[in-house]
Structures are given as structure tokens and as C-alpha cells.
């Protein structure tokens, strides 16, 4: 592992770390899920997955956005 840091403590370091809106997404997050992390589409995270999930949930690019970019980086490939 990279961190001597529990799973707890290292959520609550990202958290800390946001900025802007993300931060304020975060501030939602109840305290039980940063401590014990949480159920996300029925698979059990621990904090730090559960934390990443929730910005990727809230910040990540919809499925056809990633499509779409897939595509445009395939398109415009040269050997």
C-alpha cells in the first residue's frame, strides 16, 4: 500500500483536498459513508472507492460523451 493511512482516513483526505463544486458534492456525503463506505449500484465500496464513485457518478463524462470522444481519438489516429 502507498499510504500508511486507513481506508477512513484517506477519504477524508481527498475530501479535504476538493474544491469548488466537487467540494461542495462531497459536503453531501454523510459521514457514515466516509468512515464504513457505502452500497454504489449494489456492489459494497470502501470509503475511498465510494468517495471516487460518487465524483465519477456527479463529474464523469455520460456514456455517449465517452463514445463520442472514443471515436474522434480513433478517427483522427495516425501510424
Do not use: K
Amino acid at each position: 500500500m502507498l499510504t500508511d493511512l486507513q481506508p477512513a482516513q484517506q477519504a477524508a483526505a481527498i475530501v479535504m483536498r476538493l474544491q469548488g463544486a466537487a467540494r461542495e458534492y462531497a459536503r453531501e456525503i454523510p459521514p457514515h459513508n466516509l468512515m464504513h463506505g457505502g452500497l454504489y449500484q449494489g456492489i459494497p465500496l470502501d470509503p475511498v472507492a465510494y468517495v471516487l464513485a460518487g465524483m465519477e457518478l456527479r463529474f464523469g463524462q455520460l456514456g455517449d460523451e465517452s463514445r463520442l470522444a472514443a471515436m474522434t481519438e480513433f478517427l483522427a489516429f495516425q501510424a
